[in-house]
């Protein structure tokens, strides 16, 4: 996947993007237009903290079959910072894709990325016809708050660097602890702990968002997902803990957290089952 820039009215955001990739696209042509039964393109949008790099491991294998279009949502990553709402995050999309000339698209999203993704369906139900909710994070009132104050704090910029360790610190023990600052054995996660290398790689990400990456969890809180849900049609492949409040939704049984970490049995398994719903019911 190539990385690329797309310029808005309201800055740029930074995208990788498989284009390259597909036979039926060349890189000097001005619109991307699908070729007769090529699969529908895919949107794919990432969590907070972190970027669209995040996922790269999984949208590189969807790739190999499908244009895969993966964004840094605005404010993360190497996208410009802009008002946090995730209503005008979806707009802003919308016009992402315009300019890439992309009409239709399935939309991947997992946890804040999987809010934005509801409510492009939302908006514009003619142009995402699937979704993809790869993890949702769905809390009670009193756990929403708590995350809302503390899963993101604040970080001081001082002389010491200390932003450097907290932002380590944070990275790692999301996969030790949930929420990652109840560091007890009641709140152990029992998965193992990623090579140095990838929490190097998502820590640099969380860096780059210094201190905008709370208020996008927060509006991702805030976000009536389920309400939200209710109102549109298009079907929804969701892991597992959003079957039993939206029964609705077909079940993606190869979870495994987020792409950036998870095992390549776990990737391919999540990328077919991925892929076969796509196929059935991306129209």
Known sequence: MKRRFIDLPQGQLHAWDSADRDAGVADSAPVFARRTGAPLPLLMLHAAPGSARMLLPLAQLLGERRRVVAIDLPGMGDSAAMPVAIDSYASTLWAALDSLSIG?????????????????????????????????????????????????????????GTQ??????????????????????????????????????????????????????????????????????????????????????????????????ASVENLSARCAEIDAFLATEAR
């Open 164 to 261: 450097f360790h907290e932002v380590w610190h944070l990275v790692r023990d999301q996969y030790l602890f949930f929420p990652w600052y109840a560091r007890d054995a009641a709140h152990r996660r029992a998965m193992d702990m990623p090579a140095p290398e990838l929490l190097h790689i998502k820590a640099l990400e969380v860096l780059k968002a210094l201190n905008r990456a709370g208020a996008l969890l927060r509006a991702a809180l805030d976000y009536p997902l389920l309400e939200r849900l209710t109102a549109i049609q298009a079907p929804v492949l969701a892991s597992s803990e959003l079957l039993t409040l939206y029964p609705r939704a077909y079940p993606l049984r190869a979870t495994g957290g987020e792409p950036l970490t």
């Open 104 to 160: 239709n698209c399935a939309i991947y999203g997992t946890l804040a990325g999987a809010r934005v993704a509801v409510e492009m369906a939302r908006q514009n139900a003619r142009r995402a016809p699937a979704l993809v909710l790869d993890g949702v994070g769905v809390a009670d009132a009193r756990q929403s708050a708590e995350l809302a104050q503390r899963y993101v704090p604040e970080f001081r910029i001082d002389w010491m």
